[in-house]
Each structure stands twice: as C-alpha cells, then as structure tokens.
T-cell receptor, first 112, second 110 residues
Framework: NAGVTQTPKFQVLKTGQSMTLQCAQD?????MYWYRQDPGMGLRLIYY???????DKGEVPNGYNVSRLNKREFSLRLESAAPSQTSVYFC???????????FGQGTRLTVV | EDKVVQSPLSLVVHEGDTVTLNCSYE??????LLWYKQEKKAPTFLFML????IEKKSGRLSSILDKKELFSILNITATQTGDSAVYLC??????????FGTGTRLKVLA
C-alpha cells in the first residue's frame, strides 16, 4: 500500500538553483495538491490539480510551477530557489472535493 | 477570508487524562470538517464530519461538528503517550481547497 509517494525526502539547495519535487499516488484519485508547512503557519496550499489536465493556484503560488503529468503524478518545480522557500513540502491526493486528502511523507527542503 | 482557528495551541497532560481539542471555522460554502494527526511526518486522516450533531468515533477518539455554532471538537479519552502529536483540523468549501488550522500540539506524559 504505497499511497502517496514523494521524492526526495530531503534536499539542500543553494539560492538560485532549481529543482523538481516528484509526487505519485496509486489510489486512482482525481485531485492532487502541493502544500508547504512552516512553523506557526500551518499547511498552506501552493497549487492544486482538480483533475488530470488542470492546475490552479492556491494560497502561496509565487516562485513555483506545477505539472500534472498524468492521473498519478503531480510535480512541483522551483525555478530559482530562495531562502524563503525553506520549508517542508507535502503532496496530497483526494478522490475529489470535500473528501479526505491523503498525504505523502514530505520533503524537507533547505535553501542556503 | 476563509479561516480555521484551533485551540489550545499546546497542551500537556498525563496518561489517562481526557482532552478536548477545539476547532472553529469561518468558511464560505462550508462542506466538511476533517481531523488529522501529525507525528514526525505526514498528517494521517482521523475523521471527516459533514453533518451537525452526529458523533464520529474510533476507539478512544471521537469528534462532533456543530454547524450552527461553526465549530468541532476532538475528544481523546484515557490518553496514552502514543497520542502525543500535533492535531490538525481542516475545512472544505465549494472549491478544492482545504483550509487548515495551525494545529494543537498535544504532549502526553507517562
């Protein structure tokens, strides 16, 4: 039972470098999400994909791009990393609106 | 602006105690309220509530939603050290966005 799988688990980047966080789910869910979690801020939505072929901005999209590659995979790209993007990133998926979302194990990203 | 507020921010109890965690929400077109437990890593799903006044129960954990007063509570009875975690609540609305509170950090002492 893999559920939602994220890679990598840890990453250190230098300011200005780029990277892509990968996420895949095997639950045949329609909707996928990227959140960041910072101390005292809770989980904040970066981007989401309601269904294959669609993506939309969340609460904090600046500095990020996403791709819904197929129904299973949803990637998050940082084009030019900044220290303010140091955070723990979670991918999640759900059957649709209003239903429970299931989370991946997270990626701890540090930008120096 | 949609928001979810949890209280208390943190709580320290002894094993065997009963705790009540609070979650209030102001969300346009509210649909459901979800509770998650977060230990070191990913939030894990506990409950989803959509109807007012109907208690959801799983072992020592239970939760209820009051749609008139716009809040939910999560009760944990006979707490154990394994219950130590951050408990998150989230509300869903007419969009695909889950609005999370900042969580309640529970520490259970042996």
């Amino acid at each position: 039972n893999a559920g939602v799988t994220q890679t990598p688990k840890f990453q250190v980047l230098k300011t200005g470098q780029s990277m892509t966080l990968q996420c895949a789910q095997d639950m045949n869910h329609n909707s996928m999400y990227w959140y960041r979690q910072d101390p005292g801020m809770g989980l904040r939505l970066i981007y989401y994909s309601a269904s294959e072929g669609t993506t939309d901005k969340g609460e904090v999209p600046n500095g990020y791009n996403v791709s819904r590659l197929n129904k299973r995979e949803f990637s998050l790209r940082l084009e030019s990393a900044a220290p303010s993007q140091t955070s723990v990133y979670f991918c999640a998926s759900s059957v649709g609106r209003y239903t429970e979302a299931f989370f991946g194990q997270g990626t701890r990203l540090t930008v120096v | 602006e949609d928001k979810v507020v949890q209280s208390p921010l943190s709580l320290v109890v002894h094993e065997g105690d009963t705790v009540t965690l609070n979650c209030s929400y102001e969300v346009t077109n509210f649909r459901s309220l979800l509770w998650y437990k977060q230990e070191k890593k990913a939030p894990t799903f506990l409950f989803m509530l959509t109807s007012s006044g109907i208690e959801k129960k799983s072992g020592r954990l239970s939760s209820i939603l009051d749609k008139k007063e716009l809040f939910s509570i999560l009760n944990i009875t006979a707490t154990q050290t394994g219950d130590s975690a951050v408990y998150l609540c989230a509300a869903t609305s007419g969009t695909y966005k889950y609005i999370f509170g900042t969580g309640t950090r529970l520490k259970v002492l042996a």
